[in-house]
Nanobody
Framework: QVQLVESGGGLAQAGESLRLSCAVS????????IGWHRQAPGNPRELVAR???????EYGDSVKGRFTISRDTAKNSVDLQMTSLKSEDTAVYYC?????????WGQGIQVTVSS
C-alpha cells in the first residue's frame, strides 16, 4: 500500500519560511505525478506544486516565485520550500502522487501563517 506522510508544518509569521516534506513508501520516480496541493477552509483543493510527466515542474499561480518543490533521493521524499509566507497561504497541505493511474493522498498537514 502506497503511503505518503507529510511533515514540517506548523505556525509561521508572515514573511517567514517553512519547509514541508513528504516521505513516500515507494520510489518517488515511479510516480507519473507527485507533488503538493492545499485546501483552505471554504475553498476547493488547489495545486501548489508538482512534478508532472517527464519531470516537468508546475506551480500554482499564487505561489510562483515563493515556493520551490524538490526531490530528495536520499530520503525518498518530495519537499516544498515555502518562503515569503502570506496569511493566505494558511491551509492544510496535502502530498499527492499518481502511480499507474491510481491517485494517492497523504493525510494532510496544517500550515498557519499569522500576519
Amino acid at each position: 500500500q502506497v503511503q505518503l506522510v507529510e511533515s514540517g508544518g506548523g505556525l509561521a509569521q508572515a514573511g517567514e519560511s517553512l519547509r514541508l516534506s513528504c516521505a513516500v513508501s515507494e520510489d518517488i520516480f515511479s510516480f507519473q505525478v507527485i507533488g503538493w496541493h492545499r485546501q483552505a477552509p471554504g475553498n476547493p483543493r488547489e495545486l501548489v506544486a508538482r512534478f508532472g510527466r517527464g519531470g516537468k515542474v508546475e506551480y500554482g499561480d499564487s505561489v510562483k516565485g515563493r515556493f520551490t518543490i524538490s526531490r530528495d533521493t536520499a530520503k525518498n521524499s518530495v519537499d516544498l520550500q515555502m518562503t515569503s509566507l502570506k496569511s493566505e497561504d494558511t491551509a492544510v497541505y496535502y502530498c499527492q502522487g499518481i502511480q499507474w493511474y491510481v491517485e494517492h493522498w497523504g493525510q494532510g498537514i496544517q500550515v498557519t501563517v499569522s500576519s
